[in-house]
């Protein structure tokens, strides 16, 4: 910061808006669209990880580890639910953005609560996912295609839990102070990334055999 | 222009001076003498194709190499602002660019390469022939030294289970396959071939075909851990006949020693060493007298668990075979011996074996070579006395031919 | 910032409560301190940044150095003892990542963050405290890697680590725990660091710097970001399978439980090929900076140039494999990345020559600068073609592996990447620090270093070509090594020597500018690019008044138009063209602690993982407090700075959120501040990074985890 | 943002210019129930085998690639705005993709995933170490990623 004389100076001419950007779009806008682009390669990365493992149970002669594949438990109908609410939170997600885009505060609170709402039953689905394979006795352990399993769906989930405590905070900081339309938009583009990414797992990884 | 005359003088004297320096390194550098593993020293049909193929691109290179490092001297001395130069006067003309030309320097080298691919795709389809009837042999990196095995009938039970050096025929296409039993590691001769890395889980393959007996040194390439850089090996190139006496020697059971010195070593071994290395016939459990076989026990090494690095130890039978043991580091017979070209070491004419270097190798074998016996990486210090250690010498020098009558 | 016109900040507090003054989490004050030692550590500058880069990094390239020196030693003669072989496994290993991420990335990243606002005429970066961030979540996690060190022994497995070698059965120690989890928490700064670089080029970019009239070095760095942003995933995926392996028992690389070694090999090089790209392609930009100016021509060909840079770029991505022509893959696999591979030698080959066109017919001056310029032309130049030669897969399979690599590496890395650089210091050094560096020592420094460069990893290429293997700790008397390798450690020496010089030539200039201080003026080598219009050293607000570029090259038309033959005629004296770095009342963001508090939770939590969960804790909590505490604060202390808090100015935060309703307000200037009213006291409306940005930190934790 | 600013040859948004809300509430329910359609279709495909036999895989398989896509392009196109914005963004984010997929294809390739020779170890040419380790195991299916 220039030390600036506390007697009063004339304005200094800006030929332009310094704060104005060179594209028309918005700073955090465009840093959240270049960070899912680079997302996409980390979520392919797991993904290529699942297909190259995925037949690579225990119970092929010679490898250790338990011979039962996470496909084999896989419970097509109650995943199925599940995502079902992901896409649906997405629904609110967006519904939210609109909301305050017509500054309507009420509404977007409403909607937001209802993502983050939506996004916790995911989770909670994906936990009981995983808690119903460690009983059948497929841990993250008990061969690769398991690990690559859980590693996948697990930092996806991971990536679900941090976008939720995003959207409370963002609930709660609405009610504390301004919040502001950007920050919503740009909340609800990682949103829509999540639920994306689980449309390729859902139909590769589950629906794929 | 005296300084476009400088300057030109400057470039055709670095021209010289550069081509002299090529000249004096291209005179040794394809010298195998005194460099055994020597890649521009090729003694084998694939590294040959590979020196075809090396060479031109050398060439290419080095001409561009040339052009490039001239015109820089060149401009550098041309183009040097006079010390006395003022601003405004003589400035250079604003040259932004000219399409053409960078049109024509992209296109250029683009064309050269096309036809250094042509030459390059031909060496790799070449390379990648296993040629008709190969001899195959298995080879097995682990942490650190290599293991051979020669399944002479198909049947997939090995005949001769080796380590360190591995013996071919000249003349003969031999097909390498390579595998590994702990971490990766890579088959080098270079005077053979290039290389192919040793992967868990996979066989890869490599040829080799070579018209000139020899022994020629390999070394593991891939960094496999704490004694990478001395996991060595060679390969030795028989000629055809004296190939056939390997085999024949290699598929005999050692016989039973006769002094007594060896016998105890023979009861040690058993009881220290059999453990992890096998003698054709002995294990763990066996009690005198002791018989041999001529076939490896068929579960040796078989059962490698490859998240542990030595359930299996060097093959000892017909360790005299061999003219250099502990990965390639030591030698195991003195004089002529250690280095003839021959089938039978033995047999050449005043051979001893040099039995200061076993006993120098279980006194402690970490000192010849870091290994981290603790960690199941390689051999361990078992603290033998001095006299368990003359008599277990004693007994390894039986193993071989030598102490057989000669066939 | 700038909030679209249609969706100003909300009034979410039903208009009539003031919005809430957040003194940021009570205890804490803001920090206000824009001088002294404690405003390094809150400084969103990214002046300030990219200095603190520079000289961490130049400590670790003494570090790396120094490994390297130790490895030259062990090896000067056959059969040292100087170095067992498990402290020469981790001292190269060492070595090798120190260099690569904890030396060259960085000091590329001091001149992307010194240099990128500055060249397109910004005030900073798009995000200036997650440039913060960027730096001390590196630094940091730079610091946790080479602590490995103090607890048991640093990383063993080469800078590639090849699976399973790096596996807990065959390295126990915590070396490779230290590697993976460092480089995770170094590569959520450089990704966090990579997104903010890549929106500042495109967004920040001052009226009429179009991107075809950006420098090349900015073309370059950006590029450069671009390829990090989307390679710095692979690895992450690679290391944290690697860390499931190690810590939590799964078997992704263990081939006997189904694991497959190759996986690892396949996304390290997905990584590791652009990785080298990321790291030449800096210097490529300065060169092409520094050859142009001391010759006193525009760079020749420039959208050859920046064609090139991409075509690179681009084909870096499709040759990765060519770092396992002897793996074992398939001989098709290989014929498709040998031909790839060797077509890449066609941009950079243009790039060569567009720097020797450049020079051709120009009036070369040969400062320091200069000289470390044309010496990456011609040193990158040897390292490139031995490049092409293992591009040739037959040729590699002798190749690979040896010394001949090692070679080829060095004179890639060091002869073009860190010479680059060093012309950079050079270059910019009166610029950032208003002082110059001593010409006669400089040339002391680049003399005995091209020479001892050429001593230590010329004779590489004859000793890798003659069979000798790389990471060996030792050799033996008759593999005919000896001679060559004695001299390449005399080599080495002379490097160590010739960095002395520099340190020396730092300290010396210091001194003498100390008790005799001559400013360097804003233009002292007579430049071309916007950085050279602002006073040296830089002034925090950068520019008085963000320049209109009508040129490439812009700095330079202002000062010279050309006659008819094209040579340059003065129009303009420099000290009437360049900004006198005077202006007050510009706003800038304030400093921030969070960067610092959010970042030292990383390591503590990567600690954690190797040693105790439990002091996991405490890091994650210092996380959550960063971000917390972060994105309750403004990014503009209403009640710091400039010494008017009130709004009656119309300085540049009330004016801009009025401007941005203007549609097309080419006087957006000061008229517009009239209306300023709605936008005042908003808080996050002035802010260049609302709340939002720190919830996309928040992403960056969760998904680069 | 002053109009001095020359447009940027590369922003296709020009600075300044207004773009468009985007759609209202009613276009993305009808998107999010087209989506549930196409996820109800997804679904069924796991039945197919009993309703058609087994040979509707080789129908499913693809069509499940297709539904993907299609679905993952809606959401993408309206509820991430990617339509209504700035091309540059669309730009960015697919070229992401398409290198992600470009990249992790090959990768797979050449780790042979997709010419699987039915050896269950590594899906590789060369045979397994031990004989014994290659036995009949499953073929991996060829279909998407394997
Ligand atoms: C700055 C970093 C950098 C750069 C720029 C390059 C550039 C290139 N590299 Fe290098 N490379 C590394 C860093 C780099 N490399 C590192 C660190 C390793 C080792 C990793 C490890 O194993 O630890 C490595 C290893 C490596 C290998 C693997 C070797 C092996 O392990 O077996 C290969 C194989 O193809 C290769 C090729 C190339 C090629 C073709 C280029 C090309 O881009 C070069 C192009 C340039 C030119 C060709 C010169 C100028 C051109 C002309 C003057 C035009 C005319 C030329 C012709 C017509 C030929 N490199
Ligand atoms: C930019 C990258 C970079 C740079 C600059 C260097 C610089 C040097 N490198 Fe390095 N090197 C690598 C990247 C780099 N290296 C990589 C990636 C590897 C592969 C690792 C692997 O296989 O995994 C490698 C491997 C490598 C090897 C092979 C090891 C092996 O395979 O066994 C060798 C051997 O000679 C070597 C030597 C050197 C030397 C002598 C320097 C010198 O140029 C260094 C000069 C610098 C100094 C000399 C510092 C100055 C120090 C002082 C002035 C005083 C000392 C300071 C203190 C006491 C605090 N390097
Ligand atoms: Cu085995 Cu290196
Ligand atoms: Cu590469």
Known sequence: MTDVALEPVDDVEFPDDVHATSTGISNPKLAMWTYLASDCLLFGGLISTYLLYRNRPGNIPGLSGSDLRASELFNIPFTSMTSFILLMSSLTMVLAVNAVMRRDVERMRLWLVATSVLGAMFLGGQIYEFAEFVNYGLGYTSNVSASAFYTLTGLHGAHVAVGVLMLISATVYSMRRQLNAEAVETLGLYWHFVDIVWVVIFAIVYLIP | ?407 | MAITEERPPLELTSGDLPPLEVETLGVFHRPRATHGWASWFTTVDHKKIGIMYGFASFFFLLVGGFEAILIRTQLAVPGNKLLSADLYNQVFTMHGVTMVFLVVMPLAAAFANYLLPLQIGARDVAFPRMNALSLWVWLLGAIFFNTSWFLGGGADGGWFNYAPNSGVVFSPSHGIDFYAVGLLIMGIGSTVSAVNLTVTVLNMRAPGMTLMRMPVFTWMTFIVQVLLVFALPVITVALILLTADRMFGATFFDASAGGDPFLWEHLFWIFGHPEVYIMILPSFGIASEVIPTFSRKPIFGYPFMVGSGIAIGFMGWGVWAHHMFASGMGPISVLAFSLATMFIAVPTGVKILNWMATMYGGRIRFTTAMLFSVGLVAMFTIGGLSGVTHAFAPMDTQQTDTYYIVAHFHYVLFGGALFGLFSGMYFWWPKIFGYFLNEKLGKWHFWLMILGFNLTFGPMHILGLQGMMRRTYTYTEGQGFNGWNLVATIGAYLIAVSILVFMWNVIRSYRQHRANPVNPGPDPWDARSLEWMVPSPTPEHNFDEVPVVEDFDEFWHRKYGHDEQGRPVRIAATEDVVQKGDATDVHLPSPSYWPLVLAAGLPLIGYGLIFNLWWALPGAILLIAGIYGWVLEPSTDPSAGHGHDDDHHHDGDDGDAAALEEPSGDEADTASGDEAGEGAGVASADEPEPAMASASADAEDGGSK | MSATIDVDDDSPVHPGEHHDHGPSDGTYWKVFWALVVITALEVSTYFWDVWFGESSWTFAVPLLLVLMVVKFVLIASVFMHLRFDSKLLTRIFYFGLALACIVYLAALAVMNIFTDNGNPWFNDPPPAVTPSAVVTGETTGGGMGG
Not at chain 2, 70 to 99: K, L, S, Y
Not at chain 2, 153 to 181: C, F, H, L
Not at chain 2, 197 to 218: C, K, M, Q, W
Not at chain 2, 324 to 352: H, K, R, S, Y
């Open chain 2, 1 to 407: 222009m005296p300084r476009n005359r400088k300057a030109t003088v400057v470039a055709l004297i670095s021209t010289a001076a550069i081509l002299l320096g090529f000249w004096l390194i291209i005179r040794t550098i394809g010298q195998p003498t005194g460099k055994p593993l020597n890649t521009l020293a090729p003694f084998g049909q694939q590294a040959q194709d590979i020196q075809n193929l090396t060479i031109p691109v050398f060439a290419v290179a080095g001409v561009i190499f040339v052009l490039v490092m001239v015109a820089v001297i060149w401009m550098v001395v041309r183009f040097r602002a006079p010390d006395d130069a003022v601003e405004g006067e003589h400035e250079p003309a604003q040259t932004h660019g000219n399409t053409p030309l960078e049109i024509g320097w992209t296109i250029v080298p683009a064309v050269i390469l096309a036809v250094l691919a042509v030459l390059n795709v031909q060496t790799l389809l070449r390379l990648d022939d296993t040629g008709e009837n190969p001899l195959e042999v298995t080879v097995a990196g682990q942490q650190w030294w290599w293991e051979y095995r020669y399944d002479l009938d198909g049947d997939q039970t090995p005949e001769i289970v080796t380590a360190t050096q591995m013996v071919m025929p000249a003349g003969r296409d031999v097909t390498v396959k390579i595998q590994s039993n702990d971490v990766i590691h890579s088959f080098w001769i270079p005077s053979l071939n290039g290389k192919k890395d040793a992967v868990p889980g996979r066989t890869h393959e490599l040829v080799f075909n070579s018209d000139n007996p020899g022994i020629y040194e390999g070394q593991c390439t891939e960094f496999c851990g704490l004694s990478h850089g001395v996991m060595r090996m060679q390969v030795k190139v028989l000629p055809p006949a004296e190939y056939d006496v390997w085999i024949r020697e290699m598929t005999k059971a050692p016989a039973q020693p006769t002094s007594a010195a060896a016998s105890r070593g023979e009861a040690l071994f058993v009881g220290q060493c059999a453990r992890c290395h096998e003698v054709n016939g002995l294990t763990p459990d066996s009690t005198p007298p002791f018989t041999y076989s001529d076939e490896p026990s068929p579960d040796y090494g078989v059962e490698v668990d490859s998240s542990l690095s030595s359930k299996n130890a060097p093959n000892l039978t017909n360790f005299m075979m061999r003219q250099t043991f502990a990965g390639n580091l030591l030698a195991l017979w003195e004089g002529d011996a250690a280095t003839a070209v021959v089938a039978v070491p033995g047999q050449v004419p005043g051979a001893t074996p040099d039995k200061v270097n076993i006993k120098r190798w279980l006194r402690n074998p970490q000192d010849v070579k870091p290994m981290d016996a603790e960690n199941n990486q390689g051999m361990p210090n078992l603290n033998l006395s001095e006299d368990q250690i003359d008599d277990l010498t004693e007994y390894l020098v039986t193993l071989g031919p030598s102490t057989r009558p000669a066939a």
